[in-house]
């Protein structure tokens, strides 16, 4: 199946923490790492989160930058990207921003096991897709969003998607803002979570290796852009 460019963006502290450890949302970057970030949105088809940066953080991922909300409109898109939740059971609330701020189309990935009682609610706002039995099936979403014509899809996490995202292969390159500060705390959400690979590849795929392409000083961090090795871009085919 081919699928879109898939690329995660993250800020994370220096100790690789992403948010503290009641999870609540925190200031990471500065101000040139944040308009770094806008330019990715506005040139990106689609930006993807997980139900639990929605609930946690109830971001808008908007286009901020009103000049690249025109220049977007002036080649036939909308001011800002389509915005994609991955939310197994239809968890995401009504009123979230995301759902309620800005122009643009929605899309909600959800599972079978979603309650067709909330689905009906979410679909007033939002475009519904059905991939998976247990939880969405990230391979089938990102084949049908090619399908859909998007060629580049930005990974906004949290650390559990981009979890799934990685130990499925389904992610091309890595943009890491590391800033100064330690966050600590050992139930504190890092980068990646959720299962964490074994020595010896018994989990799908083996470890994931990386070669950085750019390292550069930003604000009062550091950013670090990095290639997924073996992955092939845009349009690639993915096994299975």
Known sequence: MTRPFVFINAAMSADGKISTVERKQTRISGTE???RVDSLKAGSDAIMV???TI???NPSLTVKSESRREKRDKVGKDANPIRIVVDSTARTPVDAEI???GEGKRIIAVSQRAILEDIDLLSKKADILVCGTEKVDLKELLHILWLRGLRRVMVEGGATLNWSLISEQLVDEIYTYIGNMILGGERAPTLVDGEGFKLGGETTGGIVKLEL???VKLDA???LQWRVQGSQGSGFTVPG
């Open 50 to 52: 997980g139900i639990g």
């Open 33 to 35: 790492d944040i308009d």
């Open 221 to 223: 961090g550091l950013l």
């Open 55 to 57: 609930l946690a953080d």
């Open 213 to 215: 392409l750019r390292m």
């Open 99 to 101: 759902l309620n701020k």
